[in-house]
C-alpha cells in the first residue's frame, strides 16, 4: 500500500490550506484514516482521525478550526485547516490503517508535507 500526501506549503497566519492524502496499491478495506504532526525534536502527534463509519476527532489545539473528512470511493482522507497560526507549522503526515481477511490490521505512513505558517 501506498500513501500520496499533498496541499502543503506556506501560509500567512489566518490562512487556510487542504491537505490530501491517497492511498493505492493491494487494499482490501480501508479502516481509520488519520493526519499527525511533527515539529523537529518532538514526538509526532495525532491531529485528527476519522473512522470508516465517518465519525471523527480532533486533538483540542485544532478543534473548531480543522475538519478532517474521507472519500471511500477514493481511498483519500482530507485535511482542511484553516485560521492557521505560526504554531500549526510542522510536518504533517498522514496514517492509514488497512484490514485484511483474519482479522489481520495494518497501519501505513504517507511521506509527510511540510505546512509553514508564517507572515
Known amino acids: 500500500v501506498q500513501l500520496q500526501a499533498s496541499g502543503g506549503g506556506l501560509v500567512q497566519p489566518g490562512g487556510s490550506l487542504r491537505l490530501s492524502c491517497s492511498a493505492s496499491?493491494?487494499?482490501?478495506?480501508?479502516?481509520?484514516m488519520a493526519w499527525y504532526r511533527q515539529t523537529p525534536g518532538k514526538q509526532r502527534d495525532l491531529v485528527a482521525r476519522?473512522?470508516?463509519?465517518?465519525?471523527?476527532g480532533y486533538a483540542d489545539s485544532v478543534k473548531e478550526r480543522f475538519a478532517i473528512s474521507r472519500d471511500n470511493a477514493k481511498n483519500t482522507v482530507y485535511l482542511q485547516m484553516n485560521s492557521l497560526k505560526p504554531e500549526d507549522t510542522a510536518v504533517y503526515y498522514c496514517n492509514v490503517q488497512t484490514l485484511a481477511p483474519y482479522s489481520r490490521v495494518y497501519y501505513h505512513w504517507g511521506q509527510g508535507t511540510l505546512v509553514t505558517v508564517s507572515s
Open positions: 496499491g493491494s487494499i482490501f478495506s480501508v479502516g481509520d
Open positions: 476519522v473512522s470508516s463509519d465517518g465519525s471523527s
